[in-house]
C-alpha cells in the first residue's frame, strides 16, 4: 500500500517542503499580490506558489516513473509552468498571446498521442485541443478564493487515479497521485487565510497536467465513446460549472471573458451568506459527489450512469441559474444593445426553460422507472420499446402539464400551488398514458408496473425542479449576509411569516436579515414563527436593540387589529419607529405626532434606507 502511494507522499512532502521557502523569496523579491477591488484577499500575500507545485509534482514523477512513459506530458507540462513564470513575472501577455502558446502546447500533447480516441479523427483533434485548452483555462479561473482550485484539484486527481488503478493503468494512476501530492502539499500554505497563491504558473501546470491525465487515464482502456466522455467531465464537473457560469454571466452583462472579477461560483455564494472557508468546501463536496460518479460509472448499467448524470448536470444547471441571478456587477445605465436584447430573452422566455427542464425530467423519470423495475439491468428488447415510447410520453407529459397549469408560475417565487400544479399535470399524463401506451405499443416491450413508478419519479423530480428555488432561496436566507440590515418583526402574526420570507430572499435588492419577534402572548413565548424564534416581549425591545445592532422594527400583524394596536401604542410612548413591511411605509406611533421623527429612541433603532 506504502508502495502505491509513494507518489503522493513524495510529491507532499516536497512540495509541502519548498512552499516556504518560495514564501521567503517572493517575500523578498516582492512577489507579492496586494489588495485590489477585483480581487478576494484582503491582505498582502506571496506568489510564485507554482513553484513549488510544478518542482515537487515533477520530482516525484521522475523518482517513480520512466522518462518515457513520462515525455508526451511532463514535458508540456513544464512547457506551460515557464509560460506561466514569463507572465506572472517578465512579460504580461495579451489573452490572444497566452491563448496562441496554449494551442502551441497542446498540440504538441496531441502530437505525443494524448486524444480521445474512441472518437473519430476528425473530432479527435478539435475536441482533444478544446479540452486541454478549456480545462487549462478552468483551473486558471477556478484559482479564486484560498484554497479553492488546489483543493478541487487534489481531488480531482484522487477520482481520476482510483479510476486508472481499476482499469489496471498504473502508470498514469502514479502521476495523478504526485499531482495531487503537490495540490494537497500546497494547500497546507494557501487554505484560508491563504499566505501565498499558486499564480498562472501553478493553475496552468495543474490544468494541463489534469486534463492530459484524465484524457489518458480514461481512453487507453475505456472502449464506450460515452463512458470515455463523461469520466472526465464528472471528474472536473467543478471547473466546468465555474466556468461556463462565469462566461455567460459576463456576456450577459457585456464584460470580457478572461479579466478577473468577483463573479465566480464562490465569490455569488459567499454574497449569499455562506463563510468563505463553508463555501470552499461546499465546492469540494460537489467535486467529491460527481467523483464518485465517474468511479460508479464502470460498475453501473449505462442507462443507470446517463440518469445519474443527467440529474447531476441538472442540478448544476439550477443552481448555476440561481447563483447567476445574485447581483455582482454595477448596474449600467445604457448596456449596449445586443446585452438588452440577451437579457430580455431570458427574462421573457422563463417558461420556455421550464418546458426544456421538464422535456429532460421525462425521459429520466420513464427510463429510471423501468431501470428500477428490472433492478437496473434493463433487457434489450425494453430498452427498444422504451426509446420508441418516449415521444410519445414526452408529448403527453408537456401537454398534460400545459392543461394543469404548470407552466404559469413564476419560477423563482414559486410556491405550493406550483406544486400541486405539477402533481395534478403528472397524474393527468400517467391516467392518459395507460390507455395510449396500450393501444400504440402494447406491453411486451414496456411494464405497466413501471408506470406507476414513472408517475412517482416524474411527479417527484417535476415538484422538485418547480420548488428548488425556494428551496435555495430558504437554505442561503438561513446565513447571515454580509451588510444585511437587522430587523425585529413585533408581533407573531400572518404578516410576520411574509416578511420572514421577504427578508430571507437573497436575490431581493434590500437586504436584511430578521434575527427574532417580539410578542407579548405567553402562548407564542419560546417558540419560532417559521424558523425565526420569539426572542421575548415588547418591553426587551430596548435591551435586544442595543444588544444586536437592530437596525429598525416592522409590525408584524395588521396595524388595525387589537394585538397591532397595542404594539404602536407601546411603541408610540417609548418613542420608537415601527414599519409596516421591510421597505416602508412608516407607522406613526400612537400619541406621538412626531412618529418616526421623534428623538430618544432605543440604541441600535434606526430608519431603513
Same mark, same amino acid.
Not at 507522499?9 to 517542503?17: E, H, K, Q, W
Not at 481512453?219 to 460549472?241: K, M, N, Q, T, Y
Not at 408529448?395 to 395534478?424: E, I, N, P, Q
Given at each position: 500500500?506504502?508502495?502505491?502511494?509513494?507518489?503522493?507522499?513524495?510529491?507532499?512532502?516536497?512540495?509541502?517542503?519548498?512552499?516556504?521557502?518560495?514564501?521567503?523569496?517572493?517575500?523578498?523579491?516582492?512577489?507579492?499580490?496586494?489588495?485590489?477591488?477585483?480581487?478576494?484577499?484582503?491582505?498582502?500575500?506571496?506568489?510564485?506558489?507554482?513553484?513549488?507545485?510544478?518542482?515537487? +509534482?515533477?520530482?516525484?514523477?521522475?523518482?517513480?516513473?520512466?522518462?518515457?512513459?513520462?515525455?508526451?506530458?511532463?514535458?508540456?507540462?513544464?512547457?506551460?509552468?515557464?509560460?506561466?513564470?514569463?507572465?506572472?513575472?517578465?512579460?504580461?501577455?495579451?489573452?490572444?498571446?497566452?491563448?496562441?502558446?496554449?494551442?502551441?502546447?497542446?498540440?504538441?500533447?496531441?502530437?505525443?498521442?494524448?486524444?480521445? +480516441?474512441?472518437?473519430?479523427?476528425?473530432?479527435?483533434?478539435?475536441?482533444?485541443?478544446?479540452?486541454?485548452?478549456?480545462?487549462?483555462?478552468?483551473?486558471?479561473?477556478?484559482?479564486?478564493?484560498?484554497?479553492?482550485?488546489?483543493?478541487?484539484?487534489?481531488?480531482?486527481?484522487?477520482?481520476?487515479? !482510483?479510476?486508472?488503478?481499476?482499469?489496471?493503468?498504473?502508470?498514469?494512476?502514479?502521476?495523478?497521485?504526485? =499531482?495531487? &501530492? &503537490?495540490?494537497?502539499?500546497?494547500?497546507?500554505?494557501?487554505?484560508?487565510?491563504?499566505?501565498?497563491?499558486?499564480?498562472?504558473?501553478?493553475?496552468?501546470?495543474?490544468?494541463?497536467?489534469?486534463?492530459?491525465? !484524465?484524457?489518458?487515464?480514461?481512453?487507453?482502456?475505456?472502449?464506450?465513446?460515452?463512458?470515455?466522455?463523461?469520466?472526465?467531465?464528472?471528474?472536473?464537473?467543478?471547473?466546468?460549472?465555474?466556468?461556463? =457560469?462565469?462566461?455567460?454571466?459576463?456576456?450577459?452583462?457585456?464584460?470580457?471573458?478572461?479579466?478577473?472579477?468577483?463573479?465566480?461560483?464562490?465569490?455569488?455564494?459567499?454574497?449569499?451568506?455562506?463563510?468563505?472557508?463553508?463555501?470552499?468546501?461546499?465546492?469540494?463536496?460537489?467535486?467529491?459527489?460527481?467523483?464518485?460518479?465517474?468511479?460508479?460509472?464502470?460498475?453501473?448499467?449505462?442507462?443507470?450512469?446517463?440518469?445519474?448524470?443527467?440529474?447531476?448536470?441538472?442540478?448544476?444547471?439550477?443552481?448555476?441559474?440561481?447563483?447567476?441571478?445574485?447581483?455582482?456587477?454595477?448596474?449600467?445605465?445604457?448596456?449596449?444593445?445586443?446585452?438588452?436584447?440577451?437579457?430580455?430573452?431570458?427574462?421573457?422566455?422563463?417558461?420556455?426553460?421550464?418546458?426544456?427542464?421538464?422535456?429532460?425530467?421525462?425521459?429520466?423519470?420513464?427510463?429510471?422507472?423501468?431501470?428500477?423495475?428490472?433492478?437496473?439491468?434493463?433487457?434489450?428488447?425494453?430498452?427498444?420499446?422504451?426509446?420508441?415510447?418516449?415521444?410519445?410520453?414526452?408529448?403527453?407529459?408537456?401537454?398534460?402539464?400545459?392543461?394543469?397549469?404548470?407552466?404559469?408560475?413564476?419560477?423563482?417565487?414559486?410556491?405550493?400551488?406550483?406544486?400541486?400544479?405539477?402533481?395534478?399535470?403528472?397524474?393527468?399524463?400517467?391516467?392518459?398514458?395507460?390507455?395510449?401506451?396500450?393501444?400504440?405499443?402494447?406491453?411486451?416491450?414496456?411494464?405497466?408496473?413501471?408506470?406507476?413508478?414513472?408517475?412517482?419519479?416524474?411527479?417527484?423530480?417535476?415538484?422538485?425542479?418547480?420548488?428548488?428555488?425556494?428551496?435555495?432561496?430558504?437554505?442561503?436566507?438561513?446565513?447571515?449576509?454580509?451588510?444585511?440590515?437587522?430587523?425585529?418583526?413585533?408581533?407573531?402574526?400572518?404578516?410576520?411569516?411574509?416578511?420572514?420570507?421577504?427578508?430571507?430572499?437573497?436575490?431581493?435588492?434590500?437586504?436584511?436579515?430578521?434575527?427574532?419577534?417580539?410578542?407579548?402572548?405567553?402562548?407564542?413565548?419560546?417558540?419560532?414563527?417559521?424558523?425565526?424564534?420569539?426572542?421575548?416581549?415588547?418591553?426587551?425591545?430596548?435591551?435586544?436593540?442595543?444588544?444586536?445592532?437592530?437596525?429598525?422594527?416592522?409590525?408584524?400583524?395588521?396595524?388595525?387589529?387589537?394585538?397591532?394596536?397595542?404594539?404602536?401604542?407601546?411603541?408610540?410612548?417609548?418613542?420608537?419607529?415601527?414599519?409596516?413591511?421591510?421597505?416602508?411605509?412608516?407607522?406613526?406611533?400612537?400619541?406621538?405626532?412626531?412618529?418616526?421623527?421623534?428623538?430618544?429612541?432605543?440604541?441600535?433603532?434606526?430608519?431603513?434606507?
Amino acid at each position: 500500500m506504502l508502495g502505491l502511494l509513494a507518489p503522493f507522499l513524495i510529491s507532499f512532502l516536497l512540495t509541502a517542503l519548498l512552499t516556504p521557502l518560495v514564501i521567503f523569496l517572493a517575500r523578498r523579491q516582492g512577489w507579492v499580490s496586494l489588495p485590489r477591488e477585483d480581487r478576494w484577499h484582503s491582505r498582502p500575500t506571496a506568489l510564485m506558489g507554482g513553484i513549488a507545485i510544478c518542482g515537487g +509534482t515533477l520530482a516525484a514523477w521522475l523518482v517513480t516513473g520512466d522518462l518515457k512513459t513520462l515525455a508526451p506530458i511532463a514535458f508540456p507540462a513544464a512547457a506551460i509552468f515557464l509560460l506561466g513564470v514569463i507572465d506572472d513575472r517578465v512579460y504580461e501577455f495579451r489573452p490572444h498571446q497566452k491563448l496562441i502558446a496554449q494551442v502551441a502546447i497542446a498540440l504538441a500533447l496531441i502530437a505525443g498521442g494524448v486524444r480521445f +480516441t474512441t472518437l473519430p479523427p476528425l473530432l479527435s483533434l478539435p475536441l482533444t485541443l478544446l479540452w486541454l485548452v478549456g480545462i487549462t483555462n478552468a483551473v486558471n479561473l477556478l484559482d479564486n478564493m484560498d484554497g479553492l482550485a488546489s483543493g478541487v484539484s487534489a481531488i480531482a486527481c484522487l477520482v481520476l487515479a !482510483s479510476y486508472c488503478f481499476g482499469t489496471g493503468d498504473a502508470a498514469t494512476a502514479a502521476m495523478l497521485l504526485a =499531482l495531487a &501530492g &503537490g495540490c494537497a502539499g500546497f494547500l497546507l500554505y494557501n487554505s484560508h487565510p491563504a499566505r501565498i497563491f499558486m499564480g498562472d504558473c501553478g493553475s496552468m501546470f495543474i490544468g494541463l497536467s489534469l486534463a492530459a491525465l !484524465s484524457i489518458r487515464g480514461t481512453h487507453r482502456d475505456e472502449p464506450g465513446l460515452l463512458l470515455s466522455l463523461l469520466i472526465p467531465i464528472a471528474a472536473l464537473a467543478v471547473p466546468i460549472f465555474d466556468t461556463s =457560469l462565469v462566461a455567460l454571466a459576463r456576456a450577459m452583462h457585456g464584460r470580457p471573458i478572461l479579466p478577473g472579477y468577483r463573479d465566480h461560483s464562490s465569490h455569488r455564494m459567499v454574497s449569499l451568506g455562506l463563510s468563505e472557508r463553508a463555501t470552499v468546501l461546499v465546492l469540494y463536496v460537489v467535486t467529491a459527489a460527481s467523483g464518485a460518479l465517474a468511479l460508479a460509472a464502470r460498475q453501473l448499467s449505462l442507462p443507470l450512469v446517463l440518469l445519474l448524470t443527467v440529474l447531476l448536470g441538472t442540478g448544476l444547471i439550477v443552481l448555476g441559474h440561481y447563483l447567476g441571478l445574485v447581483k455582482v456587477y454595477p448596474e449600467a445605465p445604457n448596456p449596449p444593445a445586443h446585452v438588452r436584447v440577451f437579457k430580455m430573452k431570458l427574462l421573457y422566455r422563463r417558461n420556455v426553460l421550464q418546458v426544456i427542464l421538464d422535456v429532460i425530467l421525462v425521459p429520466i423519470a420513464f427510463t429510471g422507472a423501468h431501470v428500477l423495475r428490472f433492478d437496473g439491468d434493463l433487457p434489450p428488447t425494453f430498452v427498444e420499446g422504451v426509446l420508441a415510447a418516449l415521444p410519445l410520453v414526452v408529448s403527453v407529459k408537456l401537454v398534460s402539464l400545459l392543461v394543469a397549469g404548470a407552466y404559469r408560475g413564476v419560477w423563482r417565487y414559486a410556491g405550493m400551488a406550483d406544486a400541486l400544479t405539477a402533481c395534478t399535470g403528472s397524474l393527468l399524463a400517467s391516467a392518459l398514458l395507460l390507455p395510449l401506451l396500450g393501444f400504440f405499443f402494447g406491453f411486451d416491450e414496456l411494464s405497466r408496473s413501471a408506470l406507476v413508478i414513472d408517475w412517482v419519479l416524474f411527479t417527484a423530480l417535476a415538484v422538485t425542479a418547480r420548488m428548488g428555488y425556494s428551496v435555495l432561496r430558504h437554505v442561503f436566507g438561513t446565513f447571515p449576509r454580509p451588510g444585511a440590515r437587522r430587523v425585529v418583526i413585533l408581533g407573531a402574526g400572518e404578516d410576520g411569516v411574509a416578511l420572514i420570507q421577504r427578508g430571507r430572499d437573497p436575490l431581493a435588492a434590500q437586504q436584511v436579515q430578521v434575527i427574532g419577534i417580539l410578542d407579548d402572548d405567553p402562548v407564542n413565548q419560546r417558540r419560532a414563527l417559521n424558523g425565526v424564534p420569539v426572542l421575548g416581549r415588547l418591553a426587551d425591545l430596548p435591551e435586544l436593540a442595543a444588544r444586536e445592532n437592530v437596525a429598525f422594527c416592522v409590525l408584524g400583524v395588521a396595524p388595525h387589529s387589537r394585538v397591532g394596536q397595542q404594539i404602536l401604542e407601546y411603541c408610540g410612548k417609548q418613542k420608537i419607529a415601527v414599519y409596516l413591511g421591510l421597505e416602508g411605509p412608516a407607522l406613526l406611533p400612537v400619541g406621538e405626532p412626531g412618529g418616526p421623527e421623534a428623538e430618544g429612541r432605543p440604541a441600535g433603532v434606526g430608519t431603513p434606507a
